[in-house]
């Protein structure tokens, strides 16, 4: 049984950092891929960052790109995304996703994330950002 738990979220001055981290269990990182969904609300869910290749390549959304950076441990099971420069535009509810399939690392991934390439989803964790 796979399960997926966000834990980092909280409020933060605009400019500042947060760490989100992302445990799993009855699972292994390094042989899928990752991804971070966030939600406002009244909006829909939004991939913004995934990794595959056993942690070896990256995809960003636009609109967080060259901010965030997701990373993973692979001894740990353990995926987190570090959030600098946060603006007032990135509160929302965070989610982690686990995929079921190996991604090659020949892939160049340049598309939306799709929410519905992920099978294993955590409850979400909360970011505030104040001004």
């Known amino acids: 049984q796979v399960h997926v738990v966000e834990s980092g979220g909280g409020s933060v001055q605009a400019g500042g950092s947060l760490r989100l981290s992302c445990t799993t269990s009855?699972?292994?990182?390094?042989?899928?891929?990752m991804g971070w969904f966030r939600q406002a609300p009244g909006k829909e869910r939004e991939g913004v960052a995934l990794?595959?290749?056993?942690?070896?390549?990256?995809h960003y959304d636009d609109s967080v790109k060259g901010r965030f950076t997701i990373s993973q441990d692979n001894a740990k099971n353990t995926v987190y995304l570090q959030m600098n420069s946060l603006k007032p535009s990135d509160p929302a509810t965070y989610y982690c996703?686990?995929?079921?399939?190996?991604?090659?690392?020949?892939?160049?991934?340049?598309?939306?994330?799709?929410?519905?390439?992920?099978?294993?989803w955590g409850q979400g964790t909360q970011v505030t950002v104040s001004s």
């Open positions: 009855g699972y292994t990182v390094s042989d899928s891929y």
């Open positions: 990794i595959y290749c056993a942690g070896n390549n990256t």
């Open positions: 996703a686990a995929g079921q399939f190996w991604m090659g690392c020949s892939v160049v991934y340049t598309g939306r994330i799709e929410e519905t390439r992920f099978s294993y």
